[in-house]
């Protein structure tokens, strides 16, 4: 009777084991195949780093993005019945769709964690209609940062998929395809090849243009400065003091005659300090970063294009493999427009900087972007998911460009949660007679936030001021340093510059600046040299034909308005078929309009002075994706083409040769001796048939005027009209 007795209890234990087994699963160790719950994400670079989070009860799977858009070989937009959109699975989508839906059957519960903004939200509802998932038990979940406890609280908070925002995103799309489908064709016919028109893209190829039009149009301005180097009793080293005016009020130096009517009267002049002025002043820290400060950050201190910094931001944001914890997301959200900081990384950045650098460098209250309409505040600020990752500590862990990129924001986000610097300011009066001299020198008493991050406006001159100089004191002339400048244009764009600019007149948002001038570089409209923008000649054609016939298309104040419409979308506040309905007809009319004017202008190759070496026929001038460029209309019995250089009819100053309109490698404009290489003869302004009357150099049109090409000159006088008929 013993041996039937054990033998139950035997059965009984291992009965025991296998449910203990399957309840453990159950919890997240066991079996990958006992997983109830999906969870689709857009990048494959996310799919191990959520997975290790969540255990085996979660499958996770990603859909490379969207998995249906409007059809390429078509507008795809149904304009004359409600402005119904036509979309289709993307080629090459439909392998990993059908996996995916593999997964769905098993699954009990469908969460959609694609990117927390517009286009994510668009792409889950993509999702859901591609995977048919109307039937199944389908959630919302977003989180802005990917870590463990950031994953698992958006499962509590999961939600419905918010149609506001992917009716903006529809909205968006749509308007998009409708610029670039009725237009790029128009431009196709007028310039032959290779051009395209976008409704941000043209606008922001404007801007540079109008840029480009500002400097090209501005006449320099001749100014002095003068320096005194004054000596001070009882002190070994002089004080450099800068020319500020009279007693009375600010003069500029206008001129060398100016000058020298100054330095006559200071000849015998007596310098006396005036005023002795003691203060103090704070400097704030920055704000966190947004998409489009870290932009023009990184593109000023790293030298990194606005598209490497959103490729390595995503890249932190996805998640890294860090030695010791594995895979994660290193930073928080990049697409955003908001300096708000969640509660928890806010005391997290107090209770660091307190015991790192000490409790009088940690901030009490810190201030906020002051949000305007342009900004939609839906995530947080870009910041490290944890201050107390230290950047050098993770070094290894991370490519030198990821390690650059990080260290930067950890840096930015560590300095906005600290007190402002504090200096200590001296300012100085000399007076010379009826002129006055000034001084200004700071020192700083509390280094604050700058000991951890600062900017070149952060990195200020000091003049150090002996101790001893007093009111009242008479200081001895040592010698006088006066230079002499010409005022300068604004700047050529950059990318940094170019995306402050967008950002400022609300153009796009954070998710487009990047792609809009990755666009117009790749179409070279637009060349980037030393980090600036140049406009290309066929940038200035396609400029020229939007403008003339689009106008309201690259209409600044139209595109910011249209995106303030959009916002109107995400919030509820305005239909998104009604934002489409008002936008269409119009372009319609300007299309059909351009499209008559086209057709009563016959294009045709315009003949050149240039004889085909081969046949000897005329050759004609032709336009390419890269411009102008001479072809033999003998094609294709004969094949022979060569660059196209545009004449001005001037006569080179060093060889006498025929100057002519030439472009750099990268497409830049410049004028240059036709003789080249053997005459060097090179300007970027076009050159005038006059001579500067007072150097001999030649004078180079700038707008209405003619200024003179010598470095010091500085000669200008009006341009002269040919007279009218």
């Known amino acids: 009777?013993?041996?039937?007795?054990?033998?139950?209890?035997?059965?009984?234990?291992?009965?025991?084991?296998?449910?203990?087994?399957?309840?453990?699963?159950?919890e997240g160790t066991g079996d990958v195949d006992m997983a109830k719950y999906l969870v689709i994400v857009e990048s494959p670079a996310k799919v191990k780093t959520i997975k290790k989070f969540l255990g085996s009860n979660y499958e996770v799977a990603a859909s490379n993005g969207h998995v249906r858009d409007l059809p390429k070989s078509q507008l795809g937009v149904d304009v004359e019945h409600g402005y119904e959109p036509k979309y289709i699975t993307i080629r090459g989508k439909g392998d990993i769709l059908a996996n995916l839906r593999k997964e769905v059957k098993k699954a009990e519960k469908v969460y959609l964690a694609t990117d927390p903004d517009r286009e994510g939200e668009a792409?889950?509802?993509?999702l859901m209609k591609a995977l048919k998932l109307e039937d199944k038990r389908v959630y919302r979940i977003t989180f802005n940062e990917i870590t463990k406890n950031a994953v698992k609280e958006s499962l509590k908070n999961a939600r419905e998929i918010n149609m506001d925002l992917v009716d903006a995103q529809q909205a968006r799309r749509m308007l998009d395809r409708m610029v670039g489908y009725?237009?790029?064709?128009?431009?196709?016919?007028?310039?032959?090849?290779?051009?395209?028109?976008?409704?941000?893209?043209?606008?922001?190829?404007?801007?540079?243009?109008?840029?480009?039009?500002?400097?090209?149009?501005?006449?320099?301005?001749e100014y002095w400065t003068l320096d005194?180097?004054?000596?001070?009793?009882?002190?070994?080293?002089?004080?450099?003091?800068?020319?500020?005016?009279?007693?009375?009020?600010?003069?500029?130096?206008?001129?060398?005659?100016?000058?020298?009517?100054i330095l006559a009267e200071l000849e015998h002049a007596e310098y006396r300090v005036s005023e002795v002025k003691k203060g103090e002043r704070t400097k704030k820290p920055p704000l966190p970063f947004t998409t489009s400060t870290l932009q023009q950050e990184a593109s000023k201190v790293l030298n990194f294009s606005t598209q490497k910094t959103m490729r390595l931001a995503q890249q932190l944001y996805e998640g890294v493999d860090i030695k010791g914890s594995g895979t994660v997301g290193i930073i928080t959200y990049l697409r955003t427009d908001s300096t708000r900081v969640s509660e928890e990384a806010e005391n997290a950045a107090r209770e660091y900087i307190c015991s790192v650098y000490g409790a009088e460098y940690a901030a009490q209250s810190v201030r906020e972007k002051k949000a305007s309409q342009k900004i939609q505040d839906a995530h947080e600020a870009i910041r490290p998911t944890d201050i107390a990752r230290i950047p050098l500590e993770i070094k290894e862990s991370l490519s030198k460009d990821q390690f650059r990129l990080y260290q930067l924001i950890w840096k930015r986000f560590t300095a906005s949660r600290m007190n402002p610097a504090k200096y200590e300011?001296?300012?100085?009066?000399i007076d010379a007679g009826n002129h006055r001299f000034t001084v200004s020198a700071s020192k700083v008493l509390f280094d604050g936030f700058m000991s951890v991050y600062t900017q070149d406006e952060d990195k200020e001159e000091t003049n150090t001021l002996a101790k001893g100089i007093?009111?009242?004191?008479?200081?001895?002339?040592?010698?006088?340093?006066?230079?002499?400048?010409?005022?300068?244009?604004?700047?050529?764009?950059?990318?940094?510059?170019?995306?402050?600019?967008?950002?400022?007149?609300?153009?796009?948002?954070?998710?487009?600046?990047?792609?809009?001038?990755?666009?117009?570089?790749?179409?070279?409209?637009?060349?980037?040299?030393?980090?600036?923008?140049?406009?290309?000649?066929?940038?200035?054609?396609?400029?020229h034909i939007m403008k003339e016939a689009f106008a309201t298309i690259v209409d600044v104040n139209f595109t910011a308005n249209l995106e303030a419409l959009l916002d109107g979308v995400e919030e509820g506040d305005v239909n998104w078929k009604t934002v489409i309905a008002n936008f269409y007809p119009d372009l319609?009319?300007?299309?059909?309009?351009?499209?008559?004017?086209?057709?009563?202008?016959?294009?045709?190759?315009?003949?050149?002075?240039?004889?085909c070496e081969n046949c000897g026929r005329q050759m004609v001038i032709k336009y390419g994706p890269h411009g102008r460029f001479l072809a033999c209309p003998g094609f294709p019995d004969?094949?022979?083409?060569?660059?196209?250089?545009?004449?001005?009819?001037?006569?080179?100053?060093?060889?006498?040769?025929?100057?002519?309109?030439?472009?750099?490698?990268?497409?830049?404009?410049?004028?240059?001796?036709?003789?080249?290489?053997?005459?060097?003869?090179?300007?970027?302004?076009?050159p005038s048939e006059q001579r500067c009357p007072e150097c001999g150099s030649i004078m180079l049109e700038k707008g209405n005027k003619l200024v003179c090409s010598g470095e010091t000159c500085g000669y200008v006088t009006n341009k002269v009209l040919p007279k009218q008929a």
Not at 4 to 14: D, Q, R
Not at 425 to 429: A, F
């Open 228 to 261: 005194a180097l004054l000596g001070i009793p009882g002190e070994k080293k002089p004080v450099a003091a800068k020319y500020y005016g009279t007693k009375d009020a600010k003069k500029t130096i206008s001129s060398k005659e100016e000058l020298d009517q």
């Open 123 to 126: 792409i889950s509802w993509h």
């Open 425 to 429: 300011t001296t300012s100085v009066k």
């Open 588 to 611: 319609d009319e300007a299309v059909k309009n351009a499209e008559k004017e086209l057709e009563q202008v016959q294009i045709a190759d315009e003949v050149s002075d240039e004889v």
């Open 638 to 686: 004969c094949r022979n083409a060569k660059p196209y250089y545009e004449k001005i009819g001037i006569a080179c100053p060093k060889c006498g040769k025929d100057i002519v309109l030439k472009k750099s490698k990268k497409g830049r404009k410049y004028y240059g001796c036709i003789g080249n290489p053997e005459c060097d003869f090179m300007v970027w302004q076009k």
């Open 1 to 26: 009777m013993q041996a039937p007795t054990f033998y139950c209890i035997v059965v009984h234990v291992e009965k025991m084991e296998a449910v203990y087994t399957h309840s453990v699963s159950i």
């Open 470 to 543: 007093d009111k009242g004191m008479v200081l001895s002339l040592v010698e006088f340093d006066h230079k002499q400048h010409f005022t300068q244009p604004a700047p050529h764009y950059t990318e940094a510059s170019l995306v402050r600019a967008l950002e400022e007149l609300g153009i796009g948002r954070p998710s487009t600046y990047a792609p809009t001038i990755t666009t117009i570089l790749a179409r070279r409209y637009v060349v980037k040299e030393n980090k600036n923008l140049y406009v290309t000649e066929l940038g200035e054609v396609v400029n």
């Open 182 to 221: 009725r237009i790029s064709p128009l431009l196709w016919a007028k310039v032959k090849r290779g051009l395209s028109a976008g409704r941000v893209q043209s606008v922001a190829l404007r801007i540079i243009c109008d840029r480009e039009d500002e400097i090209n149009a501005f006449i320099p301005e």
